[in-house]
């Protein structure tokens, strides 16, 4: 078999990327920002879709461009399937699908979550089977199992909030400008992370709670604010700094014990949260501590990409694992 040259197409949220990949090699990885959505403080899906689509033909035209790839030289088409944006998710697919077809080359669904999983296969070091991968972003909170490329058993997960809603909702709170986030770990680097205590969630097995640290710090400045009305902006580094440390520190608890219980000692980490400055260091800390080979994704593999999409695409091309054209976006998809 020639090496497969793919296109794949992401457009989850609020990023439109192409990619294009030749035999698991990454050729372009091309990303447009949509920063309509700064003004309102979050992403909001109508313009998000509206968005995708001005910006999908350009950024498949680069990607291809500065792959030098010509699209007689496809030998499939990707896309993002779910979980994600339903009209965002309409935009990528129905490019894809009347792509492929126009093209008479196969189509490959991907699995949003899977493919931030196998972006660690885009550059080395690259992990060896089985590993544990802590997939965080702002929809999810996963502790998965990986035991191949397309073999991933999710292991423990939140029960309700997402750490990067917990990491936005705690910004907003704060004042902090959007993308919160970021923002929040920005100024944490600047304070304390002893300064003030937060409940760390205790939930059963290897799964996640995060209701119960939004509600702690909604009311901890509530009765702060009452005594001093310049609480906040007296103590902003140290909140931040505070928070992260309780959030970082739930997530690693349960990955301590997943890896002790079940003997591995490969650990990722993978999604949005993964480009937390806060996180990538305590997971380096911990991984002298208990032994552990960690693998971290380059920033732009870490939010939302094509490549990732490709890679997994990739995989799934050598399978024969393609979709039909009455495939449809799922919003909600699992693994």
């Known amino acids: 078999m020639t090496e497969p040259t793919i296109l794949a197409i992401e457009s989850s949220c609020d990023e439109t990327s192409a990619a294009v990949i030749r035999g698991g090699r990454v050729l372009s990885n091309i990303i447009a920002t949509q920063a309509v959505h700064e003004q309102y403080g979050g992403v909001v899906p109508e313009l998000a879709s509206r968005a995708h689509q001005q910006n999908i033909i350009p950024v498949v035209t680069q990607a291809l461009l500065t792959a030098n790839v010509d699209k007689s030289e496809l030998n499939a088409v990707a896309f993002t399937r779910g979980p994600g944006l339903l009209g965002a998710l309409l935009v990528g697919c129905s490019f894809a699908k009347s792509f492929a077809l126009g093209l008479g080359i196969p189509l490959i669904e991907v699995n949003h979550m899977q493919a931030h999983i196998l972006a660690h296969f885009i550059d080395d070091p690259k992990p060896s089977f089985p590993f544990l991968c802590l997939t965080v972003s702002g929809g999810h909170t996963q502790i998965v199992r990986v035991n191949n490329y397309l073999d991933m058993q999710i292991i423990g997960q939140t029960t309700d909030d997402a750490v990067g809603e917990a990491f936005d909702k705690t910004a907003k709170m704060l004042g902090l400008p959007y993308p919160g986030g970021p923002m929040l770990d920005k100024t944490a680097a600047k304070g304390n992370p002893d300064a003030f205590e937060f409940p760390v969630g205790n939930m059963p097995e290897y799964n996640y709670s995060f209701s119960g640290i939004k509600t702690s710090v909604l009311y901890f400045l509530r009765d702060k604010v009452k005594e001093n009305p310049d609480f906040v902006q ?31 000692k490969e650990v990722a980490i993978a999604g949005g949260v993964s480009a937390n400055s806060g996180l990538r260091q305590a997971l380096q800390d911990y991984a002298k501590k208990h032994n ?30 393609f979709a039909t054209q009455y495939i449809s976006p799922e919003p909600r998809l699992k693994f």
């Open 234 to 264: 007296e103590n902003l580094a140290d909140i931040c700094a505070s928070v992260q440390k309780t959030l970082i520190k739930t997530l690693l608890k349960k990955l301590v014990k997943a890896s002790k219980d079940l003997g591995i």
């Open 292 to 321: 552990w080979n960690v693998y971290i994704p380059a920033f732009q593999y870490c939010t939302d990409n094509a490549a990732m999409i490709a890679m997994s695409a990739h995989f799934q091309y050598l399978k024969g694992d």
